[in-house]
């Protein structure tokens, strides 16, 4: 057979596949309308999980896995927005890596806005001005991100999902590199590059600024000024890229919080991260009794970090993640032993792990 009659068959199955896609998003649109009726979410990232699943076992590695992971998530995106057209903040301006993680999370079928700072996140999902936000919460090679710990902490929003993104910084500025006299970007992505600009600008002024695009722009403005961002910055304001791949790290992951003002139910048959907040006396031990009650019930934690708590000098805030859910009966008996002795525990979500 000639090329002509592949793209005749390549054009039926547009059709075929158009025909499908059709359905697909009719049957969306009707369990929006239920999901709406019943005060439901209408974004459940515990079904995602499920869908990619069945997905990649039906697959059975005829297409490759990420292609279809991309091809379906522009597809329950369609689906989504034909349940209701939703509303996501975004840590701005445009290009930064916290709104290519929100797209990767949502698709390109939402409405996107983008945010002046983390707390303004938390502000207008807490208004209902924007249906979630995403927001960075750690980084693999610098930590944490503590003023999204911090609003956690004191917010009544929950943790509904998260997402991991991998992370390419690059040297983006309208000058050669013997001209650059400053960097600029966020606090994270300086960190993530240290020692590169130790090796190669060590005379050049660093200023922090809110935000990797930001940087970009200010890139823009003078050529003696570079920016560490992505090349979706540098495509997006114009600037060219002078280094690719400059982190220090080259597994560099940083993983990103949606919220959301009500916690989705929870789904059978799948595996959830939990996170919460706690508090404890000034007494010797107090930490080694905290920790203990999930190791009596075979709890994983998957991640531990202090903050000073802002009340009063030297006390502290314990971040915790753990494998599980909030409902299951081994973390029920984990936190009903924990009241008895700790002035705070506050539940920030439940999510699946992906």
């Known amino acids: ?50 869908v990619f699943e069945n997905l990649i076992k039906k697959n059975a590695g005829r297409i490759d896995e990420e292609a279809l992971k991309a091809i379906y998530r522009e597809i329950i995106s369609a689906s989504i927005s034909a ?3 939703l509303q996501v903040a975004y840590l701005g301006p445009v290009a930064t890596f916290t709104q290519q993680a929100a797209i990767k999370n949502f698709g390109s079928s939402v409405e996107y806005r983008a945010m002046h700072s983390i707390p303004d996140i938390f502000t207008s999902v807490e208004l209902g001005e ?18 999204t710990m911090d609003m ?41 590059c240290r020692n590169w600009i130790r090796r190669n600008l060590p005379n050049a002024d660093i200023e922090y600024v809110e935000s990797t695009s930001l940087a970009v722009k200010l890139a823009h403005e003078n050529p003696e000024i570079a920016a560490i961002a992505s090349e979706v910055a540098s495509d997006f304001y114009g600037v060219p890229v002078i280094e690719k791949g400059i982190q220090d790290k080259h597994e560099n992951i940083t993983r990103f919080l949606v919220i959301g003002q009500k916690e989705p139910p929870k789904a059978e048959n799948v595996e959830y991260k ?45 971040f915790i993640d753990f494998l599980g859910h909030w409902e299951d009966e081994a973390t029920r008996r984990v936190f009903k032993e924990l009241e008895m002795s700790l002035p705070k525990i506050k539940w920030l979500g439940s999510y699946p792990i992906k």
């Open 1 to 50: 057979m000639d090329k002509n009659t592949f793209r005749e068959q390549i054009d039926s199955l547009d059709t075929q596949i158009l025909n499908l896609l059709e359905k697909r998003i009719s049957c969306a649109k009707e369990i929006g309308r239920i999901k709406l009726e019943k005060g439901e979410n209408i974004y459940v990232p515990s079904r995602e999980s499920k």
């Open 83 to 85: 349940e209701k057209k």
């Open 130 to 147: 924007c249906d979630y936000g995403v927001l960075p919460i750690e980084n693999s090679t610098e930590g944490a991100v503590f003023h």
């Open 152 to 192: 956690l902490a004191e917010s009544k929003l929950m943790i509904v999902g998260q997402i991991y993104l991998k992370i390419e910084q690059c040297l983006i500025s309208r000058g050669k590199l013997a001209e650059i006299r400053k960097i600029c970007s966020k606090d994270q992505a300086i960190g993530q």
């Open 274 to 318: 939990t996170s919460v907040v706690l508090s404890l006396n000034d007494r010797p031990g107090a930490l080694c009794d905290m920790i203990m009650p999930f190791n009596r019930n075979n709890i994983n934690l998957t991640r531990i970090e202090s903050r000073p708590s802002r009340k009063k000098a030297w006390d502290y805030l314990f």
